[in-house]
């Protein structure tokens, strides 16, 4: 396991330049989003993963996936605006089981595109990013909601493609929920397999932040803790790739 610390804004960044990885507590989450905005809608933002839609695309036809999609554009005048909804689409060198394909998704509900809690997390990275490259880009963003669904006959794979990387400059991995599971523990590798660090997401808002040109990562199977209840995991993944 990686080290916990109290995290600033100035220390996320060196850590992610240095490591190109970072482990961001709950509390010092809630802080930082806090610096750029509300997240006054959190409970009707949380409650929407209840209504996503089963990923159909799964090549290794698990039924264990459900998400929804949504595709911004944040300018280097630090606006941020949604895009019309389009695919969602990964080269096999980066997807070799789901990759490529167009995958559509159902969209992320406008409310929620439009909300508090998802304007600030934009935000926050936005600002973020911008820090590390030095200088004000313009982002092609893309949002993922997931929910990863566990049960006795079936464990729930986060990254079936297993230790990967995304096809772009940096990721955010927010936890929103994480109910009656094991394990889901993200591992951070290098592209020979090495691993450089391990943690694991338990409580809403804690936070993976990740720069996918450096490093690779991937997340272990969950199971249920009991098997005779629901058991899922939910997160919020966030891409920024430069245009």
Not at 51 to 64: I, N
Not at 139 to 152: K, M
Not at 166 to 191: E, F, K, M
Request: hydrophobic residues 40%; contains cysteine.
């Amino acid at each position: 396991m990686i080290a916990i610390m109290k995290a600033t804004a100035t220390s996320i960044d060196d850590r992610l330049r240095e490591d190109g990885f970072a482990f961001v507590p709950a509390a010092t989450m809630h802080e930082q989003l806090a610096s750029v905005g509300p997240l006054s809608d959190w409970k009707d933002f949380s409650a929407s993963w209840d209504d996503l839609g089963l990923d159909m695309h799964m090549a290794d036809q698990g039924r264990y996936r459900r998400r929804r999609h949504a595709v911004f554009a944040a300018g280097a005048d630090g606006g941020i605006r949604r895009l019309p909804h389009r695919a969602h689409f990964q080269t096999l060198d980066y997807n070799p089981l789901n990759g490529g394909v167009e995958r559509w998704f159902e969209p992320i509900q406008p409310r929620i595109g439009a909300g508090a809690s998802l304007s600030t997390i934009l935000g926050y990275c936005r600002n973020l990013f911008d820090g590390i490259e030095g200088a004000t880009c313009e982002w092609l963003v893309e949002t993922h909601q997931f929910r990863i669904e566990a049960r006795a006959e079936e464990a729930g794979l986060p990254t079936p493609e297993g230790m990967h990387r995304d096809g772009v400059d940096h990721v955010l991995v927010l936890l929103v929920r994480r109910v009656n599971i094991l394990s889901g523990t993200t591992q951070i590798g290098t592209p020979v397999q090495d691993v450089l660090g391990s943690f694991t997401l338990t409580e809403p808002l804690d936070c993976a932040l990740v720069e996918d040109r450096r490093v690779y990562h991937a997340v272990t199977p969950v199971q249920p803790l009991d098997p005779k209840l629901a058991a899922y995991r939910d997160v919020l993944v966030v891409t920024f790739r430069r245009c």
